[in-house]
């Protein structure tokens, strides 16, 4: 059995490798983003761009409604893998045509690079919500200098 001292090379190793161990885990932690941190920027599909920005405004566009601009709000939470139903975790109101329309949605990150949009359907006056209608799965963009306009042409 051997005997570890501080001259001994193999403590030397254990040490060396529990100090990169530790520097590993501090700089992924300091990476991690928050969940509203991942919403942020581009997101678009071939006919959908969206673009979350950290303040809480959004800009969206669409061969259906145009752009247009307006609010987010995303509370981060997610579904357990065994619910049935979309649960609203992202609600955008957005100003198409002169009035004000609220789209209760559920996002689900599919990895970092995607994220899907489930519609929930809330019945009012006995119509479906405006808004997205099926279930859409964007993209992010990491041409910052990409326009917005682009992915509704």
Request: with cysteine.
């Amino acid at each position: 059995m051997p005997v570890y001292s501080p001259g001994n090379a193999e403590s030397r190793r254990v040490v060396l490798l529990r100090f990169a161990m530790l520097g590993a885990a501090a700089l992924l932690s300091g990476c991690t983003a928050t969940p509203q941190e991942r919403l942020h920027g581009r997101w678009f599909s071939e006919s959908i761009s969206v673009r979350f920005r950290p303040d809480g405004t959004l800009i969206y566009n669409s061969a259906s409604t145009g752009m247009t601009t307006g609010r987010y709000y995303f509370d981060g939470e997610f579904r357990p893998n065994a619910a049935t139903e979309p649960v609203n975790n992202l609600t955008m109101d957005l100003v198409i045509d002169g009035r004000m329309q609220r789209w209760p949605l559920e996002v689900q990150f599919l990895g970092d690079e995607r994220l899907r949009l489930n519609p929930v359907r809330a019945a009012r006056q006995g119509r479906p919500s405006d808004g997205i209608r099926a279930v859409a799965v964007l993209s992010r963009a990491h041409d910052d200098k990409t326009d917005v306009r682009t992915a509704a042409r």
